[in-house]
């Protein structure tokens, strides 16, 4: 079962900051926080990761509280090929990966 | 780098068939995982293969089998389908560190 609870969807303007939540609760000292997106009809691709401190790369910022029971994604200008659904998951480096039901983003024009 | 490439793209098969689906995974990963995703569903685990052997295994039945080769590619076998098996078939690749895992297009079985 995932070990992450997300809303189910979520609305952004298109060029403002998409704040994705994700809670987990239950996460274990070894375990990261990933996060993937699945545009329609292709397969997942990976967006960041972290064990305990904010990572940031070209795509988005990942901020994880200091007790690392939730996170946030951010998509700093989302733009209309941002839509898509978005899952967080919690993992050990060399587990397999379990999807939960994620976030559905639509980006407004 | 091509990435993980599967094949075929597309595949129609007639329920009680056999099907072979096919995963080429990224330059340098050695390991390789196959999710089935139904309509509106997220991807669900069916198995991983790691130096040609399968390490982790979700809850699918025993129809559903697979094969790595030396050259770390991969194939997932499912006998005597059902019309519950129509779903988009992923396959992705990591490397022993367990770094970010990368996904292939997929392949979309249809049994009728």
């Known amino acids: 079962d995932a070990k992450t609870t997300q809303p189910p969807s979520m609305d952004c303007a298109e060029g403002r900051a998409a704040n994705l939540p994700c809670n987990h609760s239950t996460i274990s000292g070894n375990e990261y926080v990933y996060w993937y997106r699945q545009i329609h009809s292709q397969g997942p691709q990976y967006i960041i990761h972290g064990l305990k401190n904010n990572e940031t790369n070209e795509m988005a910022s990942l901020i994880i509280t200091e007790d690392r029971k939730s996170s946030t994604l951010i998509l700093p200008h989302a733009t209309l090929r941002d839509t898509a659904v978005y899952y967080c998951i919690v993992v050990r480096r060399d587990d397999k990966i379990i999807f939960g039901k994620g976030t559905r983003l639509h980006i407004l024009p | 780098d091509a990435g993980v490439t599967q094949s075929p793209t597309h595949l129609i098969k007639t329920r009680g068939q056999q099907v072979t689906l096919r995963c080429s995974p990224k330059?340098?990963?050695?390991?390789v995982s196959w999710y089935q995703q139904a309509l509106g569903q997220g991807p669900q685990f069916i198995f991983q293969y790691y130096e040609e052997e399968e390490r982790q295994r979700g809850n699918f039945p025993d129809r559903f089998s697979g094969h790595q080769f030396p050259n770390y590619s991969s194939e997932l076998n499912v006998n005597a389908l059902l019309l519950g098996d129509s779903a988009l078939y992923l396959c992705?690749?990591?490397?022993?560190?367990?770094?970010?895992?990368?996904f292939g297009q997929g392949t979309r079985l249809t049994v009728v």
């Open positions: 330059s340098g990963h050695d390991t």
């Open positions: 992705a690749s990591s490397d022993r560190a367990g770094t970010e895992a990368f």
